[in-house]
């Protein structure tokens, strides 16, 4: 178990957010109708879709706002899983991958509801699309097919394909042939969207309690209670969303087991120059790549942030980052000679079967987690879904119940397992497959 306080991630985020609420740790011993465990997006939301129902709320962090996966992402929202819809439908039947793409594009109208109505305007969230960059012919005619077939199957028609021309027009690199543009996909500024929701929550008369992580969760007589450091929340039913942080505390064990934490890492490089804002990404919409261990990049107040995943182990790594730069290099020959001004990294919350899941752990504990790095809009939506659980509903939810959501066999293996594979996948992208 990891020691607390916590402290603060240094971050092209942290530097450039509104100033953060103030939400002291719980000092004595209270009631509600919910108790919450985890301050992001999950939490968040989930407490705004309690209130909405008229119910009280509770909302325990382990350290401040934002101090997890919801401050240090990318910023990236995209209506997507890790599986493609067309491997959901060859799996599970079209009925299903219908389902879950409803879900997906209800997740990005959940975020973008919350922004308005809760006037989180310091997010800085624009719908500018997000292409999908390939890397071979091979990545290229793959994600040209799922394009056509998302088109035929599922009568989404807002993607379009692109040249290598168009591609290293629209990146300044040429080091893709072609791809694939999504016009329902944006970019925000993950931490103080984070710090927005928390404003709203607190708003509606919300206790949020920072630095009070939940060390213990107690069963009682009608309902259960989750013991903090300085107090304890007697509640009818607990929420836990926590994802990539689970393992912070023993109150989340039987859901600890169901997830790998994998270290993503970001860096920032100081504002470009003319010459380099007007060549670098000049349409500032969001890129991802087809490489296995993927990479993304966007523009951000003249700065390009280019992030990727890495079995760094528990905490930074001077090699991961020193990898991430040279496959900025790569990508972006001419931002050789650009200092990076922030680097950092955090935890991605990866599941067995790479999909998120929300439900119930048993009549008392509900959840939302395992967002495998596309969770910044998902979370947003599974903690209404999760809400609605803990009020005893059940909800179609389709693939992301929790009856998916199995134990990792060999847990105790995980991380030299994640290095093996992220070890083969680094191999296979360096000699192009």
Known sequence: MNAFPKPPVASLWAAGAVPAGRFGPLDRDVQADVAIVGGGYTGLSAALALAARGERPVVLEASTIGWGASGRNGGVVSAKFRPSFQAIASRHGIAVAKRMHAIAYASVETLERLIAE????????????????????????????????????????????????????????????????????????????ARGLARAVAGKGIAIHEESPALRLHREAGGIRVETPGGSVRARQVIVAT????????????????????????????????????????????????????????????????????????????????ALHRAMVRTFPALADTPVAYRWSGLVGMTLDALPHVGRLDDRVS???????????????????????????????????????????????????????????????????
């Open 118 to 193: 809760h006037g989180i305007v310091e997010a800085n969230y624009a719908r500018v699309g997000q292409l999908k960059c390939a890397h071979t012919p091979a990545t290229l005619a793959a994600t040209i097919a799922d394009s056509e077939w998302m088109r035929r199957e599922m009568g989404d028609g807002s993607v379009s394909v692109l040249s290598r021309e168009a591609v290293a027009a629209e990146t300044g690199s040429q080091d893709f042939v072609g791809g694939v543009l999504s016009q329902k996909a944006g970019g925000l500024h993950p931490l103080n969207y």
């Open 243 to 322: 994802n990539g942080y689970t393992d912070l505390t023993a109150a989340a064990a039987p859901l600890r087991t169901r997830l790998i934490p994998f270290r993503s890492a970001i860096l920032a490089t100081e504002p470009l120059s003319d010459n380099l804002r007007a060549a670098i990404l000049p349409s500032r919409r969001i890129y991802v790549e087809t490489r296995r261990m993927m990479r993304w990049f966007r523009m951000v107040d003249d700065r390009m942030v280019f992030g990727g995943r890495g079995a760094f182990g528990r905490s930074d790594s001077e090699a991961a980052f020193a």
């Open 367 to 433: 959840f939302a987690m395992g967002y495998n790095g596309a969770g910044v809009a998902m979370s947003s939506h599974l903690g209404g879904l999760a809400a609605a659980f803990a009020l005893g509903e059940s909800p179609d939810v389709a693939l992301l119940g929790g009856d998916g959501f199995q134990p990792v066999p060999f847990y105790g293996l995980r991380e030299p397992a994640i290095r093996l594979v992220a070890g083969w996948y680094q191999f296979l992208d360096a000699i192009g497959r």
